[in-house]
């Protein structure tokens, strides 16, 4: 394991965090000037505040990977170029090289997505499609340097399937599925003011103490220092992003932001092999997804704009709703409300001529329906608790729970 | 050489080209929507014409190439998978994968920087820092597969400096450099209906008849094969462009083309191994640059546009003006005027209160200086065509010039 490299991508990161937080505030005219500002509406004064500042969060995290680049190499005695004659060295490792180049093309790729849909509002078919694309060179990586496409099976299984099964060209599905899936995850938990940074910041710290475990555990050395080569460079942009970006939020992150973050996730997660632990660490972006898919899917009517309420006179969130019949849904729809009604999981309003009120379904209405009205710094402060409970339980899962269901052969 | 991998890549271009030409006028309202539009000041009813489309064009190349990457290693006997184990591919060719990767993510990295100067407005020290970031990835990729920085010598040096010198560093700087001046340089030499796209589909046909000549004689088979593999997508791409930008221009290109187009040349030049014959297609380009640098760098007063003058009753172009007093200029200001007035390489004419009237140093005033008013499409034409001349003496200078100063050892 090369300490110098992680110690030279810490000190990058420092200065790429300094850097930031020195321009975040120089740039706001340039955003304003070029149209990119937005209204905060959970203020009283509903404030303009310039948005995308993904876009500089993601430039500042490519110069530093750019000029961090030859690192790891300088350290790695097979890179050593020939002293004798000053050619090119013979036994480069490409291969760990290449998988360096191809996650910031990946990453370049979705930053670049990002804000063009920022820009120019993209269609939802678009944001399905490009993370797709943006994840190809990544799954190429993955086929030329490592094709492991088998999965461990749990105990209770081998029975049935022995101790692993090779699923082939799903495997591939699986990782295209895991881009898409993280760069929308963050974007539809959100809202309400440092709530994208908030769980992105959880999320890489979470990731950073799985690969100091590993590390320390001597597991996968290789994997998971890639991994931090990545996180915290991600973690240091983030945090200087999040002093502006908190309550009350001076900038707004914008889609660029959520992609970014999402494409990050998912690089190294699918290069540094713990694709299903990363997953654990998204267990609020899941279930806010389940959640929504009755809106998302149009099985219940879904209102432009799903953000909670905000009730000037009292400064809180309440719930924001949507309205239907009944009879209006379809048959899959009315199953949907009913059993979401039975587990008390939505509010429930009737009125007199027979419409129904609920909230809308997203996990910070969810919260706002348990514990009432909430100051919106409250509501972020409380989604990142949640998220930071599902790391507990996430790194629960991975050690002592999973050394209870997966027997290591050794 | 895998001449079905280039027939592929002539496929998916083609299918781009398809793609492109029906996108680009349905997303007009897009980019009318975004604020991303601009009034063309040469017509008679100075239409709204929407801006930066170069983005659009950036992203089919990306997905071409993306779609591209396996297969010219599906054609490499190197790169088949073990089909016994189904494991990793053992003696796959990553040296030649990590070139085609990093050359990508230098070009996406610079279509990204260009999209967000057209919409951020960046100020010139980005403009050059930038694409000198984008680069560090390819310079890379170049030192560790390569890392040859022998110039050759011609015969009339040798007695001086040997058969060819090691110039080390500076051949990386070159590089660098070549790399900031092909992304500034189409951009200078712009501002009438499709010059930008007209000159770039020139400079790249002269780059795919110099690859296809040198892959006859057998010269470096696997560098002009890369080159095509980037340049017929863009080639595609662009002409579909050209179909829109063409005079009278239904949509503007913008920035980002200009660096996408100028980081693409760089790429084939610089991992193709013939920058210096590519400097040669880029002589209009380093005519005006030289010819600029007087008011570039503020020597001669420079106006905030420095495009030709349009007279709405004939529609025909004229020079636009810069106005100084010889004592207000600096001596080497004094120096400059002098010199290109003695040569009459720029209007001139002397006010009464000793005044002086010239044309603003540009390639298109040059020629509307040296041929009188002429219709936009004429002055688009007439540079299109000086740029096709530029080729054939490249050819003619690369050729049978180039044998006659520089003896091949065999």
Not at 60 to 74: D, T
Not at 236 to 261: E, I
Not at 347 to 368: M, Y
């Amino acid at each position: 394991m090369s300490t110098t490299a992680i110690a030279i991508i810490g000190s990058i990161s420092v200065g790429a965090y300094l850097m930031t937080v020195r321009m975040i505030p120089r740039l706001r005219e340039m955003f304003i000037k070029a149209n990119l500002c937005g209204r905060d509406l959970c203020k009283k004064d509903k404030p303009q505040v310039p948005e995308s500042y993904g876009v500089i969060i993601g430039c500042v995290f490519l110069i530093s990977m750019f000029l961090f680049i030859p690192i790891p190499f300088a350290f790695d005695k097979d890179a050593a170029t020939d002293a004798v004659t000053g050619g090119k060295p013979v036994t480069f490792p490409h291969d760990k090289f290449v998988e360096l180049i191809a996650a910031l093309l990946s990453i370049c790729c979705m930053i670049f997505l990002g804000f063009a849909d920022d820009v120019l509002d993209l269609r939802w078919r678009h944001k399905l499609l490009l993370p797709t694309i943006a994840t190809l060179p990544l799954l190429m990586v993955y086929y030329v340097n490592y094709n492991s496409t088998t999965v461990m099976m749990p105990n209770f299984a081998r029975g049935l399937f022995g101790t692993s099964v090779n699923i082939g060209i799903f495997y591939y599905i699986f990782m295209g599925s895991l881009a898409v899936f993280c760069t929308n995850a963050i974007n539809i938990l959100a809202g309400i003011n440092g709530l994208e940074v908030g769980q992105s910041i959880i999320i890489a710290g979470s990731v950073l103490v799985f690969n100091l475990m590993e590390l320390s555990l001597g597991h996968q050395v290789e994997s998971h220092q890639f991994s931090l080569y990545f996180m915290i460079p991600f973690f240091a942009t983030s945090l200087a992003l999040w002093k502006f970006n908190r309550y009350p939020s001076q900038v707004f992150v914008g889609d660029t932001y959520c992609y970014f973050a999402g494409m990050s996730f998912a690089v190294v997660g699918i290069l540094g092999h713990f694709s299903k632990t990363l997953l654990l660490f998204f267990l609020p972006q899941i279930l806010n997804f389940l959640y929504s898919t009755p809106q998302l899917f149009h099985f219940v009517p879904c209102p432009r704009h799903r953000l909670p309420k905000y009730d000037a006179k009292t400064d809180l969130l309440h719930i924001s709703t949507t309205e239907f019949r009944l009879n209006e849904l379809g048959s899959l729809g009315r199953l949907m409300v009913k059993v979401l009604r039975t587990f008390r999981l939505i509010s429930w309003q009737e009125q007199p001529d027979g419409r129904i009120i609920t909230n809308n379904f997203t996990l910070i209405n969810f919260v706002l329906f348990i514990f009432g009205p909430v100051h919106e710094r409250i509501a972020t402060q409380m989604l990142m608790s949640f998220q930071l409970l599902c790391t507990l339980l996430a790194l629960f899962i991975r050690y002592p729970l999973a050394n209870y269901f997966y027997t290591l052969e050794t």
